[in-house]
Structures are given as structure tokens and as C-alpha cells.
């Protein structure tokens, strides 16, 4: 069978397990929708956390972009786990114990104030739109590459299927589709990467075989050291980027996990405070076996890129070759017209220029792997693309439905029109993006990174205040919310956009002027620590707060007595 | 009487989650980052070991600390009787 009919039949399995979940699962009730219920055990709860979190970007693009960055990749597998540990240990379980819906319920309240609920709500819908429209990008990129549709064509089922069981189900058509694309996705991320990892080193295991000796009994990191240098690149194990600006992008990362919407939410799920922390674990084991993979797909595929192509005359290179060149993710200039390929460093000499995305997704074709190796791939792609779209889209509706519209405009609002109030602002959201997917900004892909700064910059100090200093005032935390995010979306503005400096093009001159040495990707560290500097000064010249606000405090650093998520 | 026991509780927390952040701030920015270049100098099979903590140890060690942590909180939580719902 052609790799074509695998996708086909793998992608369509997988499409309708997720609608068969999304039919037995539909929401009944506000609580269902919005947190499944309060009663999803913590194993599930741990699937549909780690499927939620690991979108697109972890599944198809990470790897790719590690096995370019080498050492320096190690942002993104420090910062994208080490949140967890926060998240366990700093806020799932007391935002669990105060048992409400959403991020802006607990600032709003916690706040005593509907300017900072407002504050709140602003920032998960700005943080979590930029985020939304990268992932329907995502499941239109998968469509066009693998199932020869136009990229539209393909947002537009995936806007579908998504709409399908997140209006139906809510968060508990979500939770339980989540679980399911966790499983393919995370089958699909290991199959290739154990079936490359037994082909090149012997061992089974990809995170062992990324340390181990190849064919020729030379370590396979010590080789590739020695072909990037060969080629002009920096040592593979050493990168490039300096320390303090490491140092910066890991902690905005990790603080910027634990301060997205989307995720804290799925704490809510769960029946008790002690399963929130259980389920905090389980969400970065099943991360982890991804997380740990990557970089062993990373270093595979950078070692297999470069035997294949480096040197080699251009007129034997293998089938998948001219599949990407189709794409025009590969691109082949023969500059000095011999026929080969040279593919080193220096961009005047460099014949052969790698779209980044395509590691992941051409490393099976790379390896010669079978048809439906190719094809599940695909379908994991696709997995991992649409579960994080849901969760956002359920984060954006709910913002609507309960905290604007129940909370802010309309009190009065019944159960059941809340409900057919946040089944309309799903359709909306998802309509919007869309729209985004098909006509994508050019700064997404730019702007999903700094979705982390934003939420560093602005829940993070906001949410921890609030739990572990009582007498945190509104006045403190509003306006470190609002400096803390002006101050990050300035510094993107002008240094990844180049507004104030004439465009796009004044980008790379401004590198000089950083602040500290920290590029835009990792200010959200900075902007945090404004935030956290300003909420306590502005904190400690205005009022006083209330006694049952502190009475509030105090009562979730306890966890027993948690009861159930209410109004 | 019930406010000592919560307060004595949230010290106990605090102490824990000090001993754990600690832990789980040297694995990553300790010996992922900053003393990375000197820890590259040992070899764990064929890693440099700096750069091992910073693609793999670190999230081994993030992973246990989770673990470790619920274990010491479920039996905080029934030492001080906060474990009924």
C-alpha cells in the first residue's frame, strides 16, 4: 500500500474515534463544560494535560529545531518541563482547592475586584489567541503535505472536527478525546524514533541510543561534533547562544507554562487537591517519554541529513528528496554548477537550505522506515495539533461565556443560557481561528513563543502572590499585571518586530541592543520580575486587604475540604 | 487551636517546597547552564555529562521531584487529618 492510502485510512481511524468520544461525551451542564464535571480521574487527567500541552510545535517542530540548535535546544526541553514542576508544586493544588472555573475567577476574587478579573480576562484571550492560530496552521500544513489537499482545505476539516466535540462535549468531550490523541500521539512519535534508534545505534531505547556507539563504533554525539565542525557549525553538544541568554528563555519557558490558562484549567478537572498534584506528575511522566525522545530524533536526524546529502551528487539523491523539494520546505541551489551538494555554514557557499519543520516529518522517509510508519506520523501530527487547539478554544469560551458575559455584563444569566452562551462563543472562537489559520498573520509562528512571555509577564506573579502573600492588595497586583505585560509586548514589539525602528528589516541590527544580552524570547523572565517588583511596592503604599479575602487565602493552603468546582 | 495546626501545616509546606526548588533549580540552571562547560569535561557513555543534564537528567529529575513531592504532601496532609474531603 502507497504511504497516501495509510494516511488516509490512519488519519480517518483516528477521526472518527475522536467523534465516537465526542457524541458519548456531550456536556450537560455549565460544570461539564467548563470542567468536565470535576470528577476526571488523575490518570486521564494527566493524558489530556500532556496531549493539551504538547501541540504542534512540540511534535513536528521541536525536534527539527533542536537538531539545528544542538546544546541550545535545551531551552525548549528544560523550559517546556521544568514548569511542571512549579505548576505541582506552587498552583495546582490551591487553585484546585479554591474550585472555581477559570484563571480570571480566582484573580477576580482573590482581588476583590472586577477590573482585575477584566485585567485577566484580556490577557488568556491575547495569550491565547496567538496560540490558537498556529495550531490550525499546523493541522493545515499535515493536510496539504501528506494528504495532497490545499493547506485551506485542510484548516477547514480540522476547524470541523474540533468544532465537532468542543462545542458538543465541552471540556469533558475534550478531556476524554485528549486522552485518546495522547495515546496516537505519542505511538507515533516513538515507533520512528525507536525504529531509527535500533537502525543507527542498536539500542532500542532513543534516549539510551542518542549516547551510544553507531556501526562504526564511534560514539554517535562525538561523529556528529566532528561533522558540524567539518561543515562550520558550532559543535553540536556546545551551541551557540550565550548563557545569560539561555538562562533567560529557559526561565520565561518554565514560568510561562505555568502561567498559561489552558493548562491551569485542567487542574480544575479533577475531584480533589491531592489528585491535582498527583495528576501534575502523571501530565510530565507522559510529557517527559516525548520530551526525552526529542532531542535522540534530533541528533538521528541531523547525523542522517548530513551522510545523506553532504557532498553527494544531487542527481542520486533518494525519492523523498524531490517529495520536499515540492513542498518547498527543501531547496537545492547548485551554485558552483558540480552537481553535488554542499551543504556547510557559510551561507555565500551553502547549496541546500532546511525548512526546520520537516525533521520530524521527513526523518521516517529519511530512514526507509515502512508506509505506515510515514503515515502515523501524520496522524500524530495531527493529534497533537488539534487537542491543543480544543483546550485553547475552551479557554477562550469560557473567558466569553463565564467570566465576561456571567460575571461582568450579565449576572442574571441562566444555567442554561450560560451554556448555550459558551457553545456560541466556542463556534465564534473557532470561526476566528480559522480565519488565522488560512490567512495567517506572518508573525504567528514569532508570536506562539512569546504566547509564554506574555503569560510569565502577567498571571504568573499575579496567581503566586495571591497564594502565598495574604496580604497582597488589589492595587499591587493589577498594576503589576498591567506593567508587567506593556512592559513584555514594548520589548516585543521593538526588538522581534522592529516597529519603532522602521520594520522587520532594523530586526537584526537592534541584537546589539538587548537589554542584559536577552533576546525577546526570553524577556518574559525579565518582565516577570517587574511585575513581581512593582506588585509589592504599589502593595505596600495603598490598602489594606479584607478579612474575608485573607480568611480566603488561608483556606486554600489547606486541602481538605475541597468539594467541588462551583460558581 | 485549629489556626496552629493550619499554620505549623503551611510551614512544614514551605520547607518542603524549599528543599525541592532548590533541587530542581541546580539540576536545570546549575548544572544544565551555568556549570555546564566544567561538567562537560566527565562523559556518561557518550554524553558530555553538562549537556546531558540540560537534554535528559534535568527532566528525569523534574519528573521525580513530582513524584516526591506527592508522596511527602499526602503524608503531611494525614499527619495534620487534612486528607478527608
New interface residues.
Given amino acids: 500500500m502507497t504511504v497516501q492510502l495509510w494516511t488516509y485510512i490512519l488519519v480517518g481511524i483516528t477521526f472518527a474515534l475522536y467523534i465516537g468520544i465526542a457524541i458519548w461525551s456531550r456536556a450537560g451542564s455549565t460544570k461539564e463544560f467548563y470542567v468536565a464535571g470535576g470528577g476526571v480521574s488523575p490518570l486521564a487527567n494527566g493524558m489530556a494535560t500532556a496531549a493539551d500541552w504538547m501541540s504542534a510545535a512540540s511534535f513536528i517542530s521541536m525536534a527539527g529545531l533542536i537538531s539545528f540548535m544542538g546544546y541550545d535546544g535545551a531551552v525548549y526541553l528544560m523550559g517546556w518541563t521544568g514548569g511542571y514542576v512549579l505548576l505541582a508544586l506552587l498552583l495546582a493544588p490551591y487553585l484546585r482547592k479554591f474550585g472555581k472555573f477559570t484563571v480570571p475567577d480566582f484573580i477576580g476574587e482573590r482581588y476583590y475586584s472586577k477590573t482585575a478579573r477584566i485585567v485577566a480576562v484580556l490577557c488568556a484571550l491575547l495569550v491565547s489567541f496567538t496560540y490558537v492560530a498556529g495550531q490550525m496552521r499546523g493541522v493545515g500544513v499535515v493536510f496539504s503535505r501528506f494528504l495532497e489537499v490545499d493547506i485551506n482545505t485542510g484548516v477547514i476539516i480540522g476547524m470541523i472536527i474540533v468544532l465537532f466535540y468542543a462545542v458538543l462535549g465541552g471540556m469533558k468531550g475534550i478531556t476524554y478525546t485528549q486522552v485518546a490523541q495522547y495515546c496516537v500521539l505519542i505511538f507515533a512519535f516513538m515507533v520512528p524514533a525507536i525504529f531509527i534508534s535500533i537502525q543507527m545505534t542498536g539500542n532500542p531505547i532513543p534516549q539510551l541510543g542518542m549516547g551510544a556507539k553507531g556501526a562504526d563504533g564511534v560514539y554517535l554525539l562525538e561523529k556528529l561534533n566532528g561533522l558540524s565542525t567539518e561543515l562550520g557549525f558550532a559543535e553540536y553538544t556546545k551551541g551557540s547562544k550565550s548563557m545569560i541568554d539561555v538562562f533567560a528563555i529557559t526561565f520565561a519557558l518554565m514560568v510561562g507554562t505555568a502561567g498559561l490558562p489552558h493548562v491551569i484549567v485542567r487542574f480544575f478537572t479533577v475531584k480533589r487537591v491531592r489528585d491535582a498534584r498527583k495528576s501534575a506528575g502523571l501530565a510530565l511522566l507522559f510529557i517527559a517519554i516525548l520530551y526525552t525522545a526529542a532531542p535522540a530524533v534530533a541528533v538521528f536526524a541531523r547525523t542522517n541529513l548530513i551522510n545523506t546529502v553532504s557532498g553527494q551528487p544531487y542527481s542520486s539523491m533518494p525519492q523523498w528528496f524531490s517529495n520536499w523539494e515540492k513542498t518547498g520546505l527543501l531547496k537545492f541551489n547548485d551554485k558552483n554548477e558540480d552537481g553535488l551538494i554542499q551543504y556547510v555554514a557559510d551561507a555565500q557557499l551553502n547549496e541546500l537550505v532546511v525548512d526546520r519543520d520537516i525533521m520530524v516529518l521527513a526523518n521516517p522517509e529519511i530512514a526507509n522506515l515502512p508506509a505506515w510508519v510515514i503515515a502515523l506520523v501524520a496522524a500524530g501530527g495531527l493529534a497533537a495539533a488539534l487537542s491543543t487547539a480544543a483546550g485553547l478554544l475552551l479557554v477562550i469560551s469560557s473567558s466569553v461565556s463565564h467570566d465576561l458575559i456571567k460575571n461582568v455584563f450579565n449576572p442574571k444569566i441562566t444555567e442554561k443560557q450560560e451554556l448555550v452562551a459558551a457553545r456560541l462563543s466556542a463556534v465564534g472562537a473557532v470561526c476566528v481561528a480559522g480565519y488565522f489559520g488560512i490567512n495567517p498573520p506572518g508573525f504567528v509562528a514569532a508570536v506562539v513563543a512569546l504566547a509564554f512571555g506574555l503569560a510569565a509577564a502577567s498571571f504568573f506573579p499575579a496567581i503566586i502572590l495571591g497564594i502565598f502573600y495574604k496580604k497582597m492588595n488589589k492595587e499591587g497586583a493589577i498594576a503589576g499585571m498591567v506593567v508587567g505585560i506593556s512592559l513584555m509586548l514594548f520589548y516585543m514589539l521593538k526588538f522581534k518586530f522592529g516597529i519603532f525602528d522602521g520594520g522587520k528589516a532594523a530586526v537584526a541590527g537592534l541584537k546589539s541592543d538587548w537589554w542584559f544580552g536577552i533576546s525577546p524570547e526570553g524577556f518574559g523572565t525579565i518582565a516577570m520580575l517587574v511585575n513581581f517588583a512593582v506588585s509589592l511596592i504599589v502593595n505596600r503604599f495603598t490598602g489594606e486587604v479584607p478579612e474575608e479575602v485573607q480568611e480566603i487565602v488561608e483556606n486554600i493552603r489547606i486541602p481538605s475540604g475541597a468539594g467541588e468546582a462551583t460558581h | 487551636m485549629k489556626n496552629d495546626k493550619?499554620k505549623q501545616?503551611?510551614r512544614e509546606?514551605l520547607k518542603y517546597?524549599l528543599i525541592?526548588?532548590t533541587i530542581?533549580f541546580s539540576v536545570?540552571?546549575g548544572a544544565?547552564?551555568?556549570f555546564?562547560s566544567t561538567l562537560?569535561q566527565f562523559y556518561?557513555?557518550?554524553?558530555?555529562l553538562g549537556?546531558?543534564f540540560?537534554?535528559?537528567g534535568?527532566?528525569?529529575v523534574?519528573?521525580l521531584?513530582?513524584?516526591i513531592?506527592?508522596r511527602l504532601?499526602?503524608r503531611l496532609?494525614s499527619k495534620y487529618?487534612?486528607?478527608?474531603?
Fill in positions: 493550619a501545616y503551611w509546606n517546597l525541592l526548588l530542581w536545570s540552571y544544565g547552564i551555568i555546564r562537560d556518561i557513555g557518550g554524553f558530555p549537556f546531558w540540560a537534554q535528559q534535568a527532566i528525569y523534574f519528573v521531584l513530582i513524584f513531592y506527592v504532601m499526602n496532609d487529618g487534612f486528607d478527608k474531603d
